[in-house]
C-alpha cells in the first residue's frame, strides 16, 4: 500500500520518541495481533498514537480503533481496514518516525524491517506464507522497484552489506501469489568522533 510518498515516510522526525511495532514488520496478515507503543527517553506519557488512512488522519488509538493498556495500542484482529501510517503524536505538535502499515489478506506477506537500515549494515528480507505449516518452504521471487532480483529455494534473501542503491520498493512471488510492496529506507553510514 503506497499510502504516502516514501520522502513522507522518511522526513526527520523529533529524536525523543519513537514508534515501535510488534511484530517488528511492515507488512501483518489479516486475524493477527498488533501492538504499537509510543517509547520516550525515560517518559510515554503526553504521546497520541494516530494513523492515516483513506485520505484522511484518523483520531487516536483507543477511540474508534485498537484498544489502549498503558503506553501500548494493540489491535487485537488486524483487517485490512488497519492499513495505513502510523505515528505517534504529542499535544505541542512534536512527532515520531512514521511507519506504514500494510494488512494483507492474501497468502504472501514480505517480512521487511519497519524502520531505516543502515549502510554497511546486513538486512534479510523474508517471505512469508499464510499456509506455512503445509508450504514451509516455498521457491520464491525477490523483486526490487518490479525488477527481478533473485530466486531463493529457503524464502529469504539477506543484503550482506548494504547500500544507497538498494533503497527501493520490494515485494516477493511464489507459484501461490505475491506479496504487496514494501519501502525499504537506506540512511548513511554512522559517524563515530574520535577526539
Known sequence: ?????????????????????????TQHFTSKSLSLSCEEKGNSTGWR????????????????????????????????KDSGVYWCESGSGEYSNAVNITVEVGPLI??????PITEGDSVTLRCTNRYQETN?????????????????????????????????????????????ESWVTVRGEKTVMIT
Open 1 to 25: 500500500c503506497r499510502c504516502l510518498s516514501p520522502s513522507l515516510l522518511d522526513s526527520e522526525p523529533k529524536p525523543s520518541v519513537s514508534l515501535k511495532i510488534r511484530p517488528s514488520i
Open 49 to 80: 498514537l494516530k494513523r492515516y488512512r483513506e485520505k484522511a488522519v484518523e483520531s487516536e488509538c483507543g477511540s474508534n480503533w485498537g484498544s489502549i493498556a498503558g503506553f501500548t495500542c494493540t489491535i487485537r484482529s488486524t483487517s485490512e
Open 110 to 115: 514480505l517480512e521487511s524491517p519497519p524502520y
Open 136 to 180: 514451509p518452504n516455498p521457491k520464491v521471487d525477490f523483486y526490487k522497484d518490479g525488477v527481478l532480483l533473485r530466486n531463493e529455494a529457503t524464502g529469504e534473501m539477506t543484503i550482506p552489506v548494504v547500500s544507497k542503491s538498494d533503497e527501493g520498493f520490494y515485494k516477493c512471488k511464489s507459484n501461490e501469489g505475491e506479496s504487496p
